[in-house]
């Protein structure tokens, strides 16, 4: 878990930055930046671990249904819903959805992750399932 420190200056940070009516990922760049491990140690409560998706087109469609196929089964599902598809979104996203003291209350993330991104965040964090979409060749550079 993440220390009390990180998150809430995180949420002060969040909440600034909502007031000001915009910089949804502004958040999740302040907590990289003063606490690298907030994202994996954030995930790693999760019991049924994280499913990453990426790909040129369909991220978000293909995100929010599986998000309400796990729903209906009964699972609660963290994902990041600003569409902020950098691992600094998904740190924004949590930012959001934790407690003040850290915890995170869901079973399974369901995260949409830029193509280019996507290869960074799993060196931080170990995806359970990864949901590769189309690539298409401007993506490749």
Known sequence: MSSPFTV???????YAARLRGGGSALPGLFVEKIDPSFVPNTLAQLPKGVVIISGTNGKTTTTKMV???L?????TV???RTGSNFVRGVAAALLGDITATGKLRAD?????LDEAHA??????????YSLLL???RDQLD
Do not use: C, H, W, Y
């Not at 290869?119 to 359970?128: G, L």
């Open 8 to 14: 809430l200056l995180g949420k002060a940070v969040r």
């Open 67 to 69: 998000v309400q196929l």
């Open 71 to 75: 729903e209906s089964q009964g699972l």
């Open 78 to 80: 963290f994902t990041n």
């Open 108 to 112: 399974i993330a369901v995260l949409e």
């Open 119 to 128: 290869v960074k965040f799993v060196d931080v964090v170990q995806p359970r």
């Open 134 to 136: 189309n690539v298409m």
